[in-house]
């Protein structure tokens, strides 16, 4: 079966502008985190959504936002941008293996730069 | 913040030799598991270790964990370059809490 899509693979964005990813997860995955991966931060997580509701978010402002569609792909956006905010951002979608235990299966993710 | 910590953070070898890279967590686990990174790109799932198994293996890679010290470790077996990578512990729980990575420098 296909894997988790990210799209667009790279950007680059101005300070102040917003941006607006997305993630297909894997077909009949009701589950999608997203995380921010910066040099020498691993992985943050920013929030995970099942089923189109906020089950957990990270600490993160208020500028980083997301949601889930019925057809559970996912958006996240990234409003008045900084510096700082140029990142990999990873999206994850959440299943079980043949055990019952939760693994992620993720993107290729999405290289912002904000200059 | 991060619930699980990498050692070292780097680590280079020749190929054909062992690699082996630790990972120290934070609180109680229902397993913990084990991904590679590639350069800039997403993360792949490689094993996962119950907390009631102290040992397992999948191919070169052996992985073990100890409760007690809540700690785990990876060791790849006959390296070869193509291991060369970020490799990442993670536990779960209501979400997956990653930790800063080893890189692994495999030089042919």
């Known amino acids: 079966k296909a894997g988790v899509t990210q799209t667009p693979r790279y950007l680059i964005k101005t300070r102040g502008q917003q941006v607006t990813l997305s993630c297909s997860p894997i077909s009949g995955h009701r589950s999608v985190s997203w995380y921010q991966q910066t040099p020498g931060q691993g992985l943050q997580f920013l929030f995970e959504?099942?089923?189109?509701?906020?089950?957990n978010k990270g600490n993160f402002p208020g500028r980083f936002s997301g949601r889930q569609f019925s057809n559970s792909r996912s958006e996240m956006n990234v409003s008045t941008l900084e510096l700082g905010d140029s990142a990999l951002y990873l999206c994850?979608?959440?299943?079980?293996?043949?055990?019952?235990?939760?693994?992620?299966?993720f993107g290729a993710g999405s290289r912002l730069t904000v200059l | 913040s991060q619930q699980g910590e990498e050692d070292p953070q780097a680590l280079s070898i020749q190929e054909g030799e062992n690699a082996t890279m630790n990972c120290s967590y934070k609180?109680?686990?229902?397993?913990l598991q084990w991904y590679r990174q590639n350069s800039g790109r997403g993360l792949v799932h490689l094993i996962l270790i119950r907390s009631n198994e102290r040992e397992k293996h999948s191919g070169r890679l052996r992985v073990t964990l100890d409760t007690s010290k809540k700690s785990s470790s990876l060791l790849i077996t006959a390296s070869r370059a193509a291991d060369t990578a970020s490799y990442f512990c993670a536990t779960d729980g209501n979400q997956f809490y990653f930790g800063t990575g080893t890189s692994l420098t495999v030089i042919p």
């Open positions: 959504y099942f089923s189109e509701t906020q089950r």
């Open positions: 609180t109680s686990i229902n397993n």
């Open positions: 994850a979608s959440r299943g079980r293996e043949s055990s019952g235990a939760n693994v992620l299966t």
